[in-house]
């Protein structure tokens, strides 16, 4: 049996750089591997110095890198390079940028003075092994907008700097540089196929290759697709569950067209506006034209656009004038008290002790999120995620506010989120012929409510056809629920699945986003969890000002882009508050470092310079340097005076979980910087075997 012919990204862009009349002969090579990728006489060897197993096949003057396992073969280089030969065996050699060095963390994140704002000057400058020019950019396929920034680039570090894509410039360093083939192995793998594909790619007429997912990925996308039932994914950051979701949106839209369904209609969802943008980009690539069947929505996107195409435009109520709503709602539920006079105590005194925020929380996240529409189901429901007990006196005393909380918002033509997806779901159940998805598929469920996941439910024909993925350790809206709570249809016997493997993250950075967040866990983590990718260790800095932030950051995210070979696009700072990002901003400007701050509303990947976001807005998301800082600017979290011991520790315990969540948005590099003096509580707590604490 023939194995399958797969590669890496560094393969096709070194194919590019080698003369057409060359390749041809390396395709009939390729094939050779098709068949027996065994090394033997001169043709086939193992080469020497690396940790993997690595081997390389001649063709004339060329050697095809490759490794191979069970069934498949992948192509990692083709190259021609003289100096990295002796004799007739090809070595390792150091590369140009050694991904190693960032492991001494110490030298790198010791602050600049901040009376010195200027980047110091790099001691030497590498020169670029080739001239860049236009005729080398062309048969590189580089976009020609990005001739100009290329062709003045006379240094690495000017390649690192230029303003161009990363694919760009990762395309530039794989054909001008001698690769570590150890590090290729690390990339991700992509799907050959035919001789012909990779000629129509060096031609131009090929504009990518297919994602390969691992075994472990590849089984759930198939996985139970014929039950009855819908299927539920679970997994920590970094298993590739949202990958696995976009693949099963694939395989689902075949099998439909398959089965006659000729103009297919889908639903691809997940939680954030930023979230939607990136899973577009994907499946845009991934379906080609067949993407104009799936819909790709926030939950409350649709909910919205339902509620205003049968109502009209709600009136929805911001949160500050909820709490002030909340606030002259508790006397007036004390004096409509029933019962007992201890009884009636009882209530007062939980009225009284609550902070109106924990209230709101709990009439909005915990009572109409949930859709409960009277005191004994209230009273039977189980509040998961809620710290603080309430027993039924008490729970008796909280649904009297939320009667006139109802009233106060009607009497100003107002609602709350909950309540406008609540009235959606009403509607939807109520329509005579609801426009319905042939399938739906959500992804980041922990994050959704009951109500709005039973609306998503009610969109979909068949539960066969529903896929969704959680993980309620990733959890940082709201309080957490048991599916059984949602509806009869989720029931996951035997159709629920778990990815173990880690693709995103470092081993070192993995465990110590875990062992952070093991206060604030809602499921045991796997113990059999595994990585690809190992590195240096996520790092702690204190520091006592906004000056000494600043500096700090330009200096870790300069240095990391060019140990990764990497543009500072790669680089993301993520922050509690709008006020923290807009000042960081502001100071990386000043330093000469590009960068812009981004809400989920405006994010653009794209984006050549440093991206600072909102803790909560990087959800999902990936960035291979990662830095979470800007909590010089007041106490975090926001806690208000008087709130309730029990209350502390639910909030604690969800803000938590959101910066174990920034934490594994890393895949190569973490920075964490605190207040030297008086940091808050969740700031105070890292392993010392699993982080670099330094001076911290």
């Known amino acids: 049996m023939p194995f399958e012919i797969i590669h890496k990204p560094t393969f096709t862009n070194q194919l590019l750089a080698i003369p057409k009349e060359r390749v041809m002969q390396i395709l009939e090579k390729i094939e050779v591997l098709r068949d027996d990728p065994n090394p033997h006489s001169s043709l086939k060897k193992k080469l020497h110095g690396y940790k993997g197993d690595i081997y390389r096949l001649r063709s004339g003057d060329f050697r095809i890198i490759y490794t191979y396992g069970d069934g498949w ?193 889908i639903l691809f969802t997940t939680y954030t506006n930023a979230l939607v943008t990136f899973s577009e980009q994907l499946l845009q690539e991934l379906l080609g034209q067949d993407a104009q069947f799936v819909e790709v929505k926030t939950a409350d996107t649709l909910i919205y656009s339902l509620v205003c195409h049968a109502t009209g435009a709600p009136n929805l109520a911001p949160t500050k004038d909820l709490l002030k709503l909340v606030q002259k709602a508790v006397p007036q539920a004390i004096a409509t008290l029933e019962g007992k006079a201890l009884q009636q105590q009882a209530q007062r005194l939980i009225l009284e002790r609550l902070q109106p925020e924990y209230l709101l929380e709990e009439l909005t996240e915990m009572i109409d999120a949930r859709g409960l529409e009277t005191l004994e189901a209230y009273r039977a429901t189980p509040r998961t995620g809620r710290n603080l007990p309430l027993n039924k006196v008490q729970r008796q005393a909280i649904w009297q506010l939320r009667q006139h909380c109802d009233r106060l918002l009607a009497d100003q033509g107002m609602e709350t989120w909950a309540q406008l997806r609540n009235r959606a779901l009403a509607l939807l159940q109520a329509a005579p012929e609801p426009l319905l998805y042939d399938a739906v598929i959500i992804d980041e469920a922990q994050d959704l409510s009951p109500t709005m996941l039973r609306f998503l439910i009610q969109l979909c024909k068949a539960p066969k056809r529903l896929f969704i993925t959680a993980d309620a350790n990733q959890s940082i809206y709201g309080s957490s629920f048991r599916w059984s709570e949602i509806h009869e249809s989720l029931k996951f016997v035997g159709r629920t699945g778990i990815l173990k493997v880690n693709h995103r993250t470092t081993q070192e950075i993995g465990e110590a986003a875990i062992a952070y967040l093991q206060d604030g866990m809602l499921e045991d983590n796997d113990k059999e969890r595994s990585y690809i990718h190992t590195g240096p260790p996520p790092a702690v800095r204190a520091i006592p000002d906004r000056a000494s932030e600043g500096s700090l950051l330009a200096q870790f995210c300069r240095t990391a882009a060019h140990e990764f070979r990497l543009g500072l696009g790669a680089c993301a700072i993520l922050v509690p508050t709008e006020k923290a990002g807009k000042n960081i901003t502001g100071q990386l400007n000043y330093l000469s470092l590009d960068a812009r701050f981004m809400t989920s509303k405006d994010l653009d990947l794209s984006y050549k310079g440093v991206k600072v976001l909102p803790l909560k807005a990087a959800k999902g998301l990936e960035f291979p340097i990662v830095a979470i800082a800007g909590f010089l600017e007041g106490a975090y979290p926001t806690i208000v005076r008087g709130t309730a011991p029990e209350a502390v520790t639910e909030i604690l315990t969800r803000e938590r979980r959101t910066l174990y969540v920034a934490m594994t948005r890393a895949m190569r590099a973490l920075l964490v910087l605190v207040p030297a003096k008086q940091p808050p509580l969740l700031l105070q707590t890292f392993d010392p075997c699993l982080w670099n604490l330094g001076n911290a």
Not at 127 to 150: D, G
């Open 73 to 265: 073969v992948a192509l990692l280089g083709v190259d021609a390079r003289k100096d990295v030969y002796k004799g007739d065996k090809l070595v390792a050699e150091e590369t140009e940028v050694d991904i190693n060095a960032l492991a001494k963390l110490d030298d790198l994140l010791t602050p600049e003075q901040p009376q010195s704002p200027e980047p110091k000057p790099p001691q030497t400058e590498t020169p670029l092994p080739v001239e860049l020019t236009e005729a080398l950019l062309e048969r590189l396929l580089i976009p020609k907008t990005c001739f100009p920034a290329l062709l003045t680039c006379r240094t690495f570090d000017d390649l690192l700097e230029a303003d161009v894509d990363g694919a760009v410039r990762d395309r530039l360093f794989d054909c001008i540089t001698a690769p570590n083939f150890d590090q290729v192995l690390n990339q991700p793998s992509f799907v050959t196929g035919s001789p012909d594909a990779l000629l129509r790619f060096k031609e131009g007429n090929l504009l990518g290759f297919l994602l390969k997912l691992n075994p472990e990925q590849e089984k759930f996308v198939t996985w139970a697709s014929n039950a009855m039932g819908p299927t539920l994914l679970k997994g920590g950051p970094g298993t590739g569950k949202s990958t696995v979701a976009l693949y099963r949106t694939r395989e689902i839209l075949q099998q439909l067209q398959a089965s006659g369904v000729s103009q297919p209609r």
